[in-house]
């Protein structure tokens, strides 16, 4: 059995940086006597899917075939629909706020010993969850050479964690 590492990808914010990441890795590869498949190796991509994500400078983003599913679902009457939308619509749960408070109606019903009785709860959390993505969903990079908050918060149902770019005071 050989070991081999599969879908590795780096990006920088300039093309010098870019080269200096590359040397290093290259470099790295070398001491370890890891082999490149030149083709599958893509390189100065200015967006790549990765994990069911478009990763591009602006910063990470749905995948739009993915989307369609989630916005074309259907509300449900059967426990195993629930946990496949909730399983799908969870790939995105970074780009909902309070993801965990709202689908906590569904995410109920999924313990075998839980009965599934569909009301208005969890219609409400279903089309919530379903209409929160969009094809302008996205989530920025973080900038680390200035500074920026992060804010949390935490229920019995959640946690939330957020992060932005506003102006600090001392």
């Not at 200096?20 to 599958?40: A, F, G, Y």
């Not at 569904?106 to 313990?111: E, G, T």
């Not at 993505?133 to 050479?145: G, R, T």
Request: hydrophobic letters at 40%; aromatic letters at 10%.
């Amino acid at each position: 059995m050989k070991d081999y590492l599969d879908d590795l990808t780096a990006g920088a914010n300039t093309f010098m940086e870019m080269i200096q990441l590359l040397e290093t890795l290259l470099s790295l590869w070398r001491q370890l006597k890891l082999k490149l498949n030149p083709d599958k190796c893509f390189l100065f991509l200015r967006k790549i899917r990765i994990l069911g994500h478009m990763l591009t400078k602006k910063g990470i983003h749905p995948m739009d075939k993915i989307l369609r599913r989630i916005q074309s679902s259907r509300g449900t009457e059967k426990k195993d629909q629930v946990r496949a939308f909730l399983r799908l619509v969870g790939c995105y749960q970074k780009f909902i706020p309070k993801f965990t408070v709202i689908a906590d109606p569904l995410q109920n019903f999924l313990p075998k010993e839980a009965s599934f009785s569909w009301g208005e709860e969890q219609e409400s959390s279903f089309v919530c969850l379903r209409n929160s993505l969009s094809e302008d969903s996205f989530l920025i990079h973080p900038e680390y050479s200035s500074p920026f908050c992060l804010a949390t918060d935490a229920s019995v149902v959640g946690w939330e964690l957020s992060y932005s770019r506003k102006e600090m005071e001392n």
